[in-house]
Nanobody, 122 residues
């Protein structure tokens, strides 16, 4: 199994910045896409940003121009740089990775991190 561990959440004032990190660990795995989702209280979990293994990115309209997703393939880590944060960005942010493992046979996987709270005060 592939485990994801997030870090970097916290409390920030409106207009401020935060960077989230998510590191994948396990054995014999290869990651295709890595993504960040967020879930505010009482709302569904939404895709915020995604990056493919080739570095192609896509963003939710609400964060375009403010958030930047990047990844370090050698470290199996994905980052989310968030700037010009506003209270509507308050949510639990989840890292997601999908790819395959190879323990004698290729098997797809999709893993989630435990989530990290981001709170933006007005």
């Amino acid at each position: 199994q592939v485990q994801l561990v997030e870090s970097g959440g916290g409390l920030v004032q409106a207009g401020g910045s935060l960077t989230l990190s998510c590191a994948a660990s396990g054995s014999a795995f290869s990651i295709n896409n890595m993504a960040w989702y967020r879930q505010a209280p009482g709302k569904q979990r939404d895709l915020v940003a995604i990056i493919t293994r080739f570095g192609v990115t896509n963003y939710h309209d609400s964060v375009k121009g403010r958030f930047t997703v990047s990844r370090d393939g050698a470290k199996n880590t994905v980052y989310l740089q968030m700037s010009r944060l506003n209270p509507e960005d308050t949510a639990v942010y989840y890292c997601n990775a999908e790819g395959y493992t190879n323990h004698g046979a290729l098997r797809p996987f999709r893993s989630w991190g435990q989530g990290t709270q981001v709170t933006v005060s007005s």
